[in-house]
């Protein structure tokens, strides 16, 4: 059975910090991994999505890598902001279905 | 991207009444639909899996006949909570798959409170 495990639960950080979110997973035949946001009470909104072939994506100040074989991923935000606060999920798509981490917690203080 | 839309955002209802949600891609057709739940800090869970036309999978332990689910065209999926209870208050979110691409877009979510 896939697990997917976040670490650390909750991150506080000051404006300008650059910092990493980590994901693992048990079983390394996914077919994507994909991080999201989600503010409080809201949805979620895709960042990146990296497919299995390949190691990593980049969006603006958002960088997303994938080592596959180790069961690890990681979202590096450089210069964050009090706006990149959320919850930062990750996700393993196996079998046509996400399977969600639990989450890491940011919070930038100002 | 694409467009989910849920509806309603929020809704309070009474123990025992039935709910139903909606979620609608608004600029794509969907061919897979998917419910998911999640508790206070919690992670989503999967509850079931629709195909239009087809009869919704559901994830073990998710009753069926407690949260009916019907995927009546491309662009539209109800999850119907049937006699709620205060233990199904929960935050509810759909999304939705098309045809030619691999990825899921979400809809904002349902804030479910049962008194």
């Known amino acids: 059975k896939q697990e997917v495990t976040q670490i650390p639960a909750a991150l506080s950080v000051p404006e300008g910090e650059n910092l990493v979110l980590n994901c693992s997973f048990t079983?390394?035949?996914?077919?994507?991994l994909q991080w999201f946001r989600q503010d409080p009470g809201k949805g979620l909104t895709s960042l990146l999505l990296i497919q299995s072939s390949q190691r990593e994506q980049t969006s603006g100040r958002l960088n997303a890598s994938l080592d596959k074989s180790s069961g690890r991923s990681t979202l590096y935000i450089a210069a964050s902001q009090p706006g990149d606060s959320a919850t930062y999920l990750c996700a393993v798509k196996r079998g046509g279905k996400l399977i969600f981490g639990q989450g890491t917690e940011l919070s930038v203080k100002p | 991207g694409a467009v989910v839309s849920q509806h309603p955002s929020r809704v309070i209802c009474k123990s025992g009444t039935s709910v139903k949600i909606e979620c609608r891609s608004l600029d794509f057709q969907a061919t897979t639909m998917f419910w998911y739940r999640q508790f206070p800090k919690q992670s989503l869970m999967l509850m079931a899996t629709s195909n239009e036309g087809s009869k919704a999978t559901y994830e073990q332990g998710v009753e069926k006949d407690k949260f009916l689910i019907n995927h009546a065209s491309l662009t539209l999926s109800t999850l119907t909570v049937t006699s709620a209870h205060p233990e199904d208050s929960s935050f509810y979110i759909c999304?939705?798959?098309?045809?030619?691409?691999?990825?899921?877009?979400f809809g904002p979510g349902t804030r479910l409170t049962v008194l």
């Open positions: 079983d390394s035949a996914i077919y994507n």
């Open positions: 999304s939705a798959e098309g045809a030619s691409t691999d990825t899921q877009y």
